[in-house]
């Protein structure tokens, strides 16, 4: 009720506030021609912040700056707002940004939910969107477009890494406390179908309300009633920081129970600390501390907000937006403005190489493939300098990490 | 194993008591609000923002003064407690005259910057803060393993329910405030400082947030929206229990606290939703709540 309108209304009102900043642009019609514009969109206020917030926004901003796209004539801008994860919001605010903003490209977008609407609504008005923060897989299945790429990790690779290692180290029972909205729901689905192939078996799921649950314990103890050997956390963000405290809070872990954190990012981590969350298993496809190239990377970025490290899809976010402006320096500003699905076409042509995820391609069906990582959470003694919190176990290959191509039912790849 | 409507009663009886347990949270809140209201006649929305500053608080005290658990409950509540006094010497106390609107709005927006301040300072995601080791561990209940440091939330909520009870209805104090909520210049021509009364009410009402949000700081995630997620939630609880009623939000606090948990088994996804079913069935029924004056 009251979030519904109180809330909404004042924050409706903050979150367009960024494209009231933009209006200026508009007399400046000569300069329009030869301008890509970038929105980033993403979570600027709630549980996502630390993931995608702000820190996109200053990774986009190195890409631009390191693109080297300015030195040659071209004017980039960029501008952020807060979707609040709320589809409504999200879809307001991109059509807003198209239609009167002059906006070629959208960013980042976490909540998978957001991301879906969004998606549908750049396809229509032909830009482009480079999805790093939302998770689920049918951005590149059965709602795949030719104006989207999607980056940086996705449901069905985040359930063949952690899902695939947890089955594989003898867990045979699963039950899911997943978020209930469509990154859940997706989580969900593609961890238990590897569950199911592996020879485990489901024994349940509890759909938690999103957002806006904060007691995980009923969930736990339902979980821990059902006596599976793992308990699956189809969530993310200050969620599945919630169930991991309270889980070790129940004493689950003592029990036997193992926890498997289907996306678990650095930030919360950190938020966590080590002596709880020590021993998690988890899959990113970008930490700061893999190789001389990911530290080159965190430092060029800087001090993020909040003293933080970059997470994974800030590091997408720098990825895919350097990715694409060197596609416009070779396609030419006049021709990937008119037409977002060229733009993409020729991202996809050309192979993708940055400090972040090293080389990588982008799939016809519109993701991108690069190695995935299975990592273990360090114990506090073993970690040896601020942010060592990750020993990587494992690395999957870029061309098992992500669901097959002709897997994901994508029109794109059957036509 | 004995069943109650295909539920495993071991179950059922575990989700009773975490729900009571969650109950305790909403009745120390709704406590809180219910005190401010009842003698100021403002709606605090800025309540959420001063629960999650007094986990905050509890966070500082121990990363940055060395001071544990024991230390923030005490303190804690003093130091957000000052704060609340000098947001109604400040702001509040200028809105009494107007409609009870100005004051709600004025609220809920210093609730924002508080916010947004503690994010900018200190991110999204929260800041660990583990459970002190006397309270750590857990009982073995036969149906469930109750961890001790829940068991404690209970007893010291019902305890500080009871106390704030017995300080507004059987101490002289609270009788001068009951009595300035009815007729304020009356007691004033009696010699008592009523605006005074009305600053330390505030106070009071913010330090049982603090205090609420110390006792949450272990086992919520310390974040700067953790008081956004629950403050909706106890805003409702107060509307059901009936506007500036104390025992009214108690018992309600409780007792939706034990429906939500119900919820939270026979139908998971509506659990953030019921309370808010009730409260429109309650206003259809009797607008006044269930234990307020029409």
């Given at each position: 009720m009251s979030q519904d309108t109180t809330r909404r209304a004042v924050l409706g009102a903050a979150a367009t506030a960024p494209v009231w900043g933009?209006?200026?642009?508009?007399?400046?019609r000569a300069q329009a021609a030869n301008t890509i514009r970038i929105g980033v969109l993403n979570?600027?206020?709630?549980?996502y912040r630390d993931i995608t917030g702000p820190g996109s926004t200053q990774a986009v901003r190195l890409a631009v700056q390191e693109?080297?796209?300015?030195?040659?004539g071209v004017n980039v801008e960029v501008i952020q707002a807060d979707h609040q994860n709320r589809p409504d919001v999200g879809s307001t605010v991109v059509r807003q940004w198209i239609d009167?903003?002059?906006?070629d490209v959208i960013v980042d977008v976490p909540t998978s939910s957001v991301a879906l609407a969004v998606n549908t609504i750049v396809r229509e008005r032909n830009k482009v969107f480079l999805a790093s923060g939302p998770a689920t897989s049918d951005l590149t299945g059965?709602?795949?477009?030719?104006?989207t790429v999607h980056w940086t990790y996705d449901t069905w690779m985040l359930a063949r890494g952690t899902g695939g290692a947890m089955v594989a180290a003898g867990g045979q029972t699963w039950f899911f406390i997943t978020a209930d909205y469509a990154f859940g729901h997706a989580l969900e689905r593609d961890t238990s179908e590897f569950v199911r192939q592996a020879g485990g078996r489901i024994l349940g799921a509890v759909r938690t309300p999103f957002?806006?649950?904060?007691?995980f314990s009923s969930f736990l103890v339902q979980a821990q009633a059902s006596r599976a050997q793992v308990v699956g956390l189809a969530n993310a963000g200050g969620d599945t920081i919630n169930s991991i405290k309270q889980a070790a809070e129940f004493g689950l872990t003592r029990r036997g129970v193992r926890l498997a954190g289907l996306l678990v990012f650095i930030t919360d981590v950190h938020s966590l600390g080590l002596q709880t969350a020590q021993g998690l298993v988890l899959t990113e496809t970008?930490?700061?501390?893999?190789?001389d190239r990911t530290r080159a990377f965190t430092q060029r970025l800087g001090s993020m907000p909040g003293g933080l490290r970059p997470s994974m899809v800030q590091a997408g976010c720098y990825s895919a937006v350097l990715h694409y402006l060197k596609a416009v320096g070779d396609m030419g500003v006049a021709a990937a403005k008119a037409s977002g699905v060229d733009a993409v076409n020729r991202m996809k042509a050309m192979p993708t190489s940055d400090d972040a995820f090293g080389e990588g391609t982008i799939r016809p069906d519109g993701r991108k493939i690069h190695p995935a990582y299975l990592f273990q959470v360090k114990a506090p003694n073993e970690s040896?300098?601020?942010?060592?919190y990750y020993t990587l176990l494992q690395t999957v290959p870029a061309d098992q990490a992500f669901r097959p191509l002709a897997a994901g039912g994508c029109a794109l790849v059957r036509s | 194993m004995d069943e109650i409507f295909g539920i495993p009663a071991p179950l059922l009886f575990g989700q009773l008591l975490l729900g009571l347990i969650n109950g305790a949270f909403y009745a120390l809140l709704s406590l809180g609000l219910a005190v401010i209201f009842g003698m100021l006649?403002?709606?605090?929305?800025t309540h959420g923002a001063q629960f999650m500053m007094g986990a905050f608080v509890a966070w500082m005290l121990l990363n940055?003064?060395?001071?544990g658990y024991w230390w923030a409950l005490l303190v804690a509540p003093l130091v957000v407690g000052l704060t609340g006094v000098i947001i109604e010497k400040t702001?509040?106390?200028?809105?009494?005259?107007?409609?009870?609107l100005y004051g709600l709005l004025l609220t809920f927006g210093v609730g924002l910057v508080i916010e947004g301040v503690f994010r900018n300072e200190f991110g999204s995601s929260g800041m660990p803060y583990r459970i002190p080791a006397e309270l750590q561990g857990s009982w073995d209940l036969g149906f469930m393993f109750m961890p001790i440091y829940r068991g404690w939330v209970v007893i010291v909520a019902i305890v500080a329910c009871l106390a704030t009870w017995l300080v507004i209805e059987k101490t002289k104090i609270g009788s001068y405030l009951r009595a300035a909520t009815e007729n304020p210049a009356l007691v004033q021509a009696f010699g008592i400082n009523v605006p005074r009364m009305m600053t330390l009410t505030y106070g009071a009402g913010v330090a049982l947030a603090a205090f609420a949000g110390v006792l949450a700081a272990p086992i919520y995630?310390?974040?700067?929206?953790m008081g956004a997620n629950l403050i909706i939630i106890v805003f409702a609880v107060v509307v059901i229990g009936g506007m500036g009623s104390i025992l009214g939000s108690v018992v309600t606090g409780f007792t939706l606290g034990v429906i939500e948990g119900l919820t939270k088994v026979f139908w998971p996804e509506a659990s953030s939703t019921v309370i808010f079913v009730v409260m429109a069935i309650v206003l259809l029924t009797r607008p006044a709540g269930l234990f307020g004056r029409a």
């Open positions: 933009a209006l200026p642009w508009r007399s400046a979570d600027q206020s709630g549980l693109s080297g796209i300015t030195q040659r009167r903003d002059g906006i059965a709602q795949c477009s030719p104006n957002p806006g649950t904060t007691d970008f930490y700061w501390d893999l190789n040896r300098y601020a942010w060592d | 006649n403002v709606i605090n929305f940055w003064a060395g001071l702001m509040i106390s200028r809105l009494y005259k107007l409609d009870h995630s310390v974040n700067p929206q």
